[in-house]
């Protein structure tokens, strides 16, 4: 009897302690469904960019990214000799009369221009016409001045709308754009004029046309990084997991349309003829003749300078903003060389990568989603982008890696792009820091395993089981004692 009564004392004790148990585990730290520990949430910060104000605020569109609207196709009647000039550059160019068309220009009162889009287009056409009287005889031709007609206005406009007076990509691509037919949809090259051709027709349109349907594809992406940082803070896990998947499908639509760039260009023509007249006045040529820059007449006595580099793809805002989203972090030394290329930026677009860069870091949300779905797809972003970067790097090969090796005649083979920087080294860096902010290996481990204190609990739970089921079995076997 004394060993019966012991049993059920010890029998009751167990059921009364399984019972806290269950009680403690159900009210203590419980993970929720997707992987994230309840008091392990990161602290996000407030969101820097509102999708309702993004064209007015950074001049961003969906439709069109950071390329401009509604570029002016041309300029008030007042500006017509510039007008005349910049629509006539490539036979100009072909007839070696640029220069003697500029020094005939008058200065005129570049105050006259009214809208943000007039001056705008001032500078791509002024930049454009820079550009013909600098390059017309090639390089062994370069002039140390450029006239006072062009320089004036050029820089003022330049200082006006914060972009250097060199050519780059902003006036390149961005403004120097227009539908062949304003009813249909743009969907690639073909689809689309430049405003102003130097010297390489067809192909040189061609190659802007292809870089800036880069920049229309992108649009879509640049509004879902404001909803996934929004996401972030709202802690909406199914509109972050949708505002990825938008971003990832723009970079591959990005992708396609870079890839196009070889349907219309030749690697000779872009080589010999457009990377030259698009150069800058740090280019090989320049130095070659011992020139630190073009000298501004009526500007400055002295060249104006060293480090304006020309148009390089380099300085569009589409990748530095998906670094800054999605937590992509570079060498220091890419990074020093990256932020020298802000210059060229429209100020609104360098602000918009700024805001975003601190704003709300997707990266450390989605790691603090171990094994979700969302974490799978932020992954896919980053492969997404390391692709763009490849094709990149593949581009950079056919267009000046291989026909620069052709090139016997040069005592160094001259692989800089066209903003006078090594290319090769540059965008391997960047991409490998892109594969390096993958953390495929992490997610694979992550889903398949149990948290500490989930783990804890069922060590737990089993040790009671097993001692209750002891203890019943005894119970149930005390007449033998």
């Known amino acids: ?3 019966s009564a012991l049993v059920d004392v010890v029998y009751r004790f167990y059921c009364a302690f399984l019972c806290v148990v269950i009680v403690l585990m159900m009210t203590s730290g419980t993970p929720h469904s997707d992987g994230r520990n309840g008091d392990c949430k990161p602290t996000a910060r407030v969101p820097l960019c509102d999708r309702r104000t993004l064209k007015e605020q950074y001049d961003v569109t969906e439709e069109f990214g950071f390329a401009s609207e509604s570029p002016l196709t041309e300029l008030p009647e007042y500006f017509k000799p510039w007008n005349d000039i910049a629509f006539n550059l490539q036979q100009l160019m072909e007839q070696k009369r640029v220069r003697n068309e500029v020094e005939k220009l008058p200065l005129l009162d570049h105050n006259r221009l009214e809208s943000k889009a007039e001056w705008e287009a001032a500078h ?3 930049a454009y016409i820079t550009q013909g009287y600098v390059w017309q005889d090639g390089d062994d031709g ?11 206005p050029y820089y003022a406009i330049s200082e006006r709308i914060g972009i250097p007076p060199t050519m780059n990509y902003f006036n390149a691509v961005l403004v120097n754009w227009k539908r062949k037919d304003e009813e249909k949809r743009l969907s690639g090259p073909e689809d689309l004029e ?6 390489a027709g067809s192909e040189e349109q061609w190659f802007f046309n292809a870089t800036l349907m880069v920049e229309v594809e992108c649009g879509p992406a640049l509004y879902a990084i404001v909803d996934a940082q929004q996401a972030v803070v709202d802690q909406e896990d199914t509109t972050l997991e949708e505002a990825l998947i938008v971003i990832e499908r723009a970079v591959i639509k990005m992708v396609k349309q870079l890839k196009r760039m070889r349907d219309g260009l030749t690697p000779d023509t872009f080589f010999h003829v457009i990377r030259q007249i698009i150069s800058g006045w740090d280019s090989p040529a320049f130095r070659a003749k011992g020139l630190t820059g073009l000298i501004y007449e009526g500007v400055s006595d002295e060249p104006l300078s060293v480090g304006w580099k020309g148009n390089s793809g380099i300085a569009n805002s589409i990748l530095p903003t998906l670094d800054a989203a999605l937590g992509i972090t570079h060498r220091p030394s890419d990074e020093v060389l990256l932020g020298e290329f802000t210059e ?14 601190r704003g709300p870091s997707i990266r ?17 972003c980053l492969k997404a982008v390391q692709l763009f970067r490849d094709v990149h790097l593949q581009m950079v090969t056919r267009y000046i890696i291989i026909p620069a090796s052709k090139h016997v005649q040069k005592k160094e083979k001259d692989t800089t792009g066209t903003g006078g920087t090594d290319f090769m080294v540059l965008l391997k860096g960047l991409r490998d820091s892109t594969i390096k902010a993958q953390f495929s290996k992490r997610i694979t481990t992550e889903s398949n395993r149990t948290s500490p204190q989930s783990t804890g609990h069922v060590v737990i739970l089993a040790t009671v089981v097993v001692c209750a089921v002891a203890t019943f079995l005894y119970r149930k076997l005390s007449w033998f004692i």
Not at 142 to 152: D, F, N, R, S
Not at 344 to 357: L, Q
Not at 370 to 379: F, K, R
């Open 364 to 380: 450390e949300y989605v790691e603090s989603l171990p094994g979700s779905n969302i974490q799978v797809i932020y992954n896919k």
């Open 1 to 3: 009897m004394c060993s």
């Open 142 to 152: 370069i002039p140390e001045v450029l006239p006072e007609a062009v320089a004036v």
């Open 124 to 126: 791509m056409f002024l």
């Open 194 to 199: 430049t405003v102003l051709t130097l010297g």
């Open 344 to 357: 060229y930026m429209p100020g609104k677009h360098a602000t918009f990568i700024s805001a975003v860069a």
